[in-house]
């Protein structure tokens, strides 16, 4: 068994882009958290009103329930994961995941966002993610990483880090 990843940051870090290819490589469930948020929150964010924690718990709890379900060869979720008490709300279901924090600088995330079309997460929350973010803890599984040089790039430095221990 693999242990469970979740590969987090802010809207436009890199999250489903390095997770899915960090899945593909290591032969893993790739899983994207924003398609398991209960339509409440998606309408929420679409309107461009942050969540709240008491918007995120189901939500978190669900993630956690993917994380610690039998996958064949591991399991790759993308999530923003941004406080860490919602990564304590993950582990609480799932607690040997590891998390990779993307991370990016304003001006880059800003034109990322821009040019996302028809994702339901606005720029104009942006600004509160950054807020909101809560780096990795010395205690926490995981590592932090640049994401600006691309996914190959970020990808090579996941797997020379983290698949060996696995």
């Known amino acids: ?6 590969v987090m ?3 436009g870090a890199g999250k489903t882009a390095v997770g899915t290819a960090l899945a593909a490589r ?9 398609s398991l ?6 309408r929420k964010m679409a ?6 924690d008491d918007d995120r718990q189901p939500w978190l709890h669900i993630v956690g329930t993917e994380l610690s379900a039998p996958h064949d060869h591991g399991v790759v979720v993308a999530c923003s994961a941004l406080k860490r008490a919602y990564r304590d709300a993950i582990r609480a279901a799932a607690p040997s995941t590891t998390f990779i924090l993307l991370t990016v600088d ?18 104009s929350l942006l600004a509160s993610q950054l807020e909101t973010l809560e780096p990795l803890e010395a205690d926490e599984a995981g590592m932090i990483l640049t994401s600006e040089g ?10 020379a880090d983290l698949v060996p221990a696995q």
């Open 1 to 6: 068994m693999h242990r469970p990843i979740v």
């Open 9 to 11: 940051g802010v809207s």
């Open 26 to 34: 290591i032969g893993a469930t790739f899983i994207d958290a924003d």
């Open 37 to 42: 948020h209960p339509s409440a929150n998606v």
């Open 47 to 52: 309107a461009g009103i942050p969540l709240t």
């Open 106 to 123: 304003a001006p880059v995330l800003e034109k990322r966002l821009v040019q996302r079309p028809g994702h339901f997460m606005p720029a």
């Open 150 to 159: 691309g996914v190959e790039e970020t990808l090579e430095q996941i797997l």
